[in-house]
Every structure is written in structure tokens, then in C-alpha cells.
């Protein structure tokens, strides 16, 4: 019996443990300026890293790095892969994401500002999990957009 019960503690101490580190973006990323693409461009940043925590049903993403005109860019979030939104703190494009995983590699994500679809993200880490590519397309002040960001592993 004591046998039985240490091994569901065991269980119940592990199991959650092992199934956040299975997200294959958890992490610390570099944005690649090299391998991104930006249309129309020129890149909105110009430097970016990206850390993920798994959180929950889901992942705790904190961004910083420098936007085109030199000034300092951050902003985080928190969200489950669950579809539903969840509040984006200090990025001025965007006050939510709701995200829907689609396997263990892909996410398929949709930004909102004032509650209307700003972009759609598509999260894709590759197979050997050494980059990750965030397609992303909307809609902004200049017109329609696409961009291609390839962000490395660290």
C-alpha cells in the first residue's frame, strides 16, 4: 500500500512536470535577421528575443528587443492553447492572442486590438527544434502585410 501511494504521488508530482517540457516552444529565441522576410519590409524591429515558459494549458511568452526607429520594444502574454483570448501587456498592435495548437510543432494564433482580428499567426518549430518561423499576416495602417520571422534557439 505505501508502495501504491508513493507512486501516485510520484505520479501526480511528475506527469504535469513532463508534459510542459514536451511543448517544443519553451525556450529562449533570436530573432535571425538573415532568414526573415518582411512585405512590405523594411523590418518592423531590429533586434528581438523571445522568451517561452510553459504556463499551465499553454505558454508565458516575454518578447524584448528594438523596433526600426531605435527604441527599446517589449511586451508579454500568457495563454493556453484553448482558442480563447488572453490580454497581451504592452504591445501597441495588439491587446490579446488566442491560440490553437495544431501539433506538437505548430501553433496557429490570432492577435486582436479594440476586439477585432489585427493578424493571424502560423508558429512553426522545425523538427530539429533549432528554429522556430512566426508567419504572421494582417492588415496595419500601410495596407496589407506578411511577415516571416525566423527566430533561433539560444
Known amino acids: ?7 501516485v504521488a510520484l505520479a501526480v508530482v511528475v506527469a504535469p512536470a513532463l508534459l510542459q517540457a514536451a511543448d517544443n516552444r519553451v525556450g529562449t529565441w533570436k530573432y535571425n535577421e538573415a532568414k526573415s522576410k518582411f512585405d512590405p519590409g523594411p ?4 533586434s528581438r528575443n523571445v522568451k517561452v515558459e ?3 494549458e499553454g505558454i508565458k511568452v516575454s ?9 527599446a520594444q517589449a511586451y508579454s502574454y500568457t495563454a493556453n492553447y484553448d482558442g480563447k ?8 498592435l ?3 492572442v488566442a491560440y490553437k495548437k495544431i501539433d506538437d510543432n505548430t501553433l496557429e494564433g490570432t492577435n486582436k486590438k ?8 502560423l508558429i512553426v518549430v522545425a523538427k530539429d527544434g533549432k528554429s522556430m518561423t512566426v508567419t504572421t499576416k494582417g492588415k496595419n495602417d500601410k495596407g496589407p ?10
Open 85 to 92: 483570448d488572453y490580454p497581451i501587456t504592452g504591445n501597441p
Open 114 to 121: 479594440g476586439g477585432q482580428v489585427a493578424s493571424t499567426v
Open 94 to 96: 495588439a491587446d490579446s
Open 145 to 154: 502585410f506578411t511577415n516571416v520571422v525566423v527566430m533561433d534557439r539560444q
Open 1 to 7: 500500500m505505501k508502495r501504491q501511494l508513493m507512486f
Open 63 to 71: 518578447v524584448d528587443g528594438v523596433g526600426a526607429d531605435g527604441k
Open 54 to 56: 510553459a504556463a499551465g
Open 43 to 46: 523590418a518592423p524591429f531590429k
